[in-house]
């Protein structure tokens, strides 16, 4: 090899890592600044005790909110509850895209209006739907209830019974954001080659064959996308509880995430409040990691 | 090579973390009182020197202004707000026109923020060491602020002769040792709204519209009156019109706000019984140092407070259990307990609406008891400018704008001489909303743990609104609270 | 989250597989009645709170909740149409500045959000270089922290850049977003490796294979992401209401909250409008959009 070759392939060499170094540079920059800087913050007032009314007033006090923690049954009560939530909300919400997505894509006249429904909660507020659904859940006056009467069934509690708050919010939520998840889904149908359809059908498969052995295999990366994605704003749920219940009754609907605001805001104790959002990401760090594992033996058969 | 982009990128990434993460807050402004300019005006050297502002700050002066002239450097003062009504957005507007006319150099910017979230958006901005010079507050939260000392006292500014006008429950609202902290903004208090046409269909007595609030209806007067208003249609599983409308303070509902329901328990209390008296106890709903409530707000008096709230929803249930906005001015409610302010809604919702005020109801055993307070604004330790925004303050409260704002909004007023200009609390609704403030209001529980007290007891309200067991949950709120006000002990 | 990598597989392979069978057509009518009914249904279901939200914004006031129980056709149309809640926004509260800004924010975080997550994402999957894993792995841990923690150190960052008045505070924290990365990480790594090879055999360069190649073949995610991050921005309260302190230029999220007014009865007609108000844009950007999520001539091969 000449030097000039050598000098050629060293020069490429070079761009090749400085197009690396350009193209990252935004998102950690953006991200070191807005989030990790702020964390490295969160982090650190978990180790004093601290309001936010007055932050010069703060006390370090080492590891004592983390021993309080392991004693305060209301954290415990939030992390049962936040799984609860979790778990319900990805169990209902994936599937029910799924069939949304796969549906929508069918050729059937009037569809587009269907798909334009499903998507349309999306788009407005929670914290707008949160009051409108709390009407409708009017334990004696709601709109379910004179539904649920008009057919023979007796009038429910909903958000004012403890058997009940966890699931109604669950039915609010799984409302509101279904849509952003079939609308995920659809993006990933959208990138499957049309030629395994056409392929397939001119082979005679049906509509379930091609989704059992087409859609589902090569919509598995997006599946997973919408599962970590959905996985992780479940445990960050806040405002229909700030909304609708106020984490009661009973306690029954205070999430993790709301019992940080309870913590942080209400009873002024930042540092607390601090110290058990790092337990709760810790907690999702966990559990993405065995959604991860979990996934991959799943789908690959 | 490539290890080094990345080790330049890792490091990068550290630095900037490090740096947003170190990024304390900026060191706040110290109250510094502008000192006036000495370049007094040379061509009449034996006259008063004329103060900047004129004739505008001379009238100032005689409102109540004590502090130093303002300063003529090119300031903005920044102000921090809720929303309001058009109409009382119209008076801010005009009144800062005014203070800025007659102070050229002075800018004035507010930020306007919903209600709901004050308390956060006040705690974030202090946090981060950017207050506003002034602000508007919740009066309860007063003493809190004073603890934390995040307030600028109004004394070294006003006027003592302007104090003294504060209607009592105001003054001691915003008191914190023998500093007063808030201007005399607006107060409130409530009484119960009826709807005449529904108390005549129902063949009931109506209860008496009187500035008498002793010869109001009782509670228990009322329950018998609510079973015969709530009304369930045929065949239906829950009934159409109630006999009292749910809550509509805060999230609506049970356990809303204990502005609202914290009557149901103070009102079984006694102020003139003496201090370690159980009746005293539950009148005062928190020790005098604010720092214990067992005794307070779990005595056994507030337990049947309380036993008496849960049979409105779960044994006679003339009540939802749940928010139903407007039912009152809808007529899906007889009867409504709301404040003075809520006679112009109710006739914005329902011009129709044939209602009567009648005073707060009492229990048989008990004396007649309301909250008092309302928002209020103050200027803030950390003010760039206190001097003007003092003076601000002082000029949207002075007298003719007080007359002139409780005119335009009908809530009452925080000064006794305002009462004297305005005929309508002559005569009723109005003179009752009056007298239920000047004689029976009293403030939140007082001291610096009012959000801790707030947030346990709407929780331990709304879950005893809902069924739960009254006196262990009384008992549980009050250990729980007991634990977070033990910051405050001395 | 190198976990998160799954093999790629032969796809013409796998089309191969599907194993042929014969329509039947009574099954297919069947079918169809039901899923014509399964179609009603979500459609209703999902739209009736939505109708009910857009008719009670043309109510006024005092007939929002009072038609509201018991059910009749009171409850889903207005009685007696009105445009006075909508008079009221724009006129007393100064909705239409709201919700230009609302507008601006959203298109600038969303255009910030695919173009810095489309770069980064490039960078993770298609080029070579130690520790890509690694750094992946650490963008993704702040996907995890919630909002309500960060908020105040959040604040103290933006406030000493002098931005607490500036309309870059709605959109520029949020810009580099995590899920962005992670979404189009993922659909970047579907595209087949052979494209990039096949162009750098020509001699393209990294930058031109990303912009010839990857991004032409994406679009779809590309637009996922984009109305994904216009509802993030779109949908935003409490950042904004804690940030922005320039009331000119604040969104109509907390433009509708302030519609509740301190110890008095909320302007329900205000909120109801403004919601309505704050939705319809979005949906119609959808609408415009679909054609981007949709195969609309996928199935229809097989109807005739």
Redesign the interface.
Known sequence: MTTTDQALVRNRRRNYRLTIFWMMLPAILGLAMFQYGPLVVAVRNGFFDMTLLNPERAKFIGWANYIKMAQDARFWQSLRNTAIYSGGKVLLELPFALILAVLSQQAIKGIGIVRTAVFAPTVTAMSTMAVIWNMMYHPQNGLFNSILTGVGIPPQPFLTSASQAMASILVLSLWKDVGSSMLILLGGLQAIPEEFYEASSIDGAGPWEQTRYITLPLLRRTLLYAMVLLTVTSFKVFTPIYVMTKGGPLGVTRTTVYYVYELGFKYLQMGYASAVSVILMIVMIVVAMLQNRLLRTEFEY | ??????V???T???V??????C????PTATPRPTVAPTKAPVAQPTAVPAEPGGAFMAQLRKDGYIGPALTTENITL?MLR?????YE?ALYKRWNEEFMAAFPNIKI??????????????????????PPDAMII?GPFVK??CY???LAPLNTHVAAEYLADYVPATFEEHTCGDMIYAFPHQQ?SCAIFFNRDKFVAAGLERPPETTDINAGWTWEQFMEAWKKLTVTPAG?????VWGLAPS??G?GG??SNYYLEGMYIRGKGDPKAPKDSEEWKTYASISEDGTDVKGYLDSDLAIEGMKFYQSIFQVEKVS????????F????AATVLG?D??VK??Q???ASLNFGVSPIPHYSDGVPFTHGG??TFAVTKGAKYPNEAFALLMYWHNLKNRIEFHQVTGSLPALISVFAELPYYQKLPDSLFQATLVEFAMPRPPGPGY??YQ?VS??AI??IG?G?DVASTLHAAADELNG?LAQFKK | MAALEVEGRDLDQMARAVPRKQPRSLRRIVASVFLVLIMIVVTVGMLLPYEWMFTSAFKTDGEIFRYAYPISWKTFWPPNPTLENFVKVFRDWKFGRNLMNSVIAALAQMSGTVVISSLAAFALTRMKWKGSNLVFGIIMLVALVPFEVIMVPLYVVVRSLRLTRNFLVLFVPWIASPFGIFQLRQAFAEIPRDFDEAALIEGASPFQIFWNVILPNTKSSLVTLSLMSFLWSWNAFMWPLIAMQDVTKQVIQVAIATFTLPYQLPEWGAIFAGATLGTLPVLILFVLLQRYYVRSALMSGLKG
Do not use: C
């Not at chain 2, 090579?1 to 990345?6: D, Q, V």
């Not at chain 2, 900037?16 to 993460?21: E, H, I, L, P, S």
């Not at chain 2, 809720?82 to 058009?86: D, I, P």
């Not at chain 2, 239906?236 to 159409?240: E, F, G, L, N, S």
């Open positions: 090579m490539s290890r080094k982009h990345l330049v990128a890792i990068m990434l550290l900037a973390a490090m740096v947003a993460g990024a304390q807050p900026a920044r809720t929303s309001r009504q058009a957005e910017e507010e930020e306007v923020i919903p209600f709901g979230d004050l308390f956060q958006k006040i705690q974030v901005i202090i946090a981060g060491g950017s919740d809190s602020y934390f000392d995040i409130a239906a599983a829950a009934p159409d509509e303070f999230a049970v356990g939802p259990t749940a928010g139903m906005p407007n039912s001015p809808d007529q899906r404040t302010a809520w809604r109710i914005a919702a329902n309302s928002t959000s801790q947030s709407d929780l709304k879950d809902l739960a977070y």
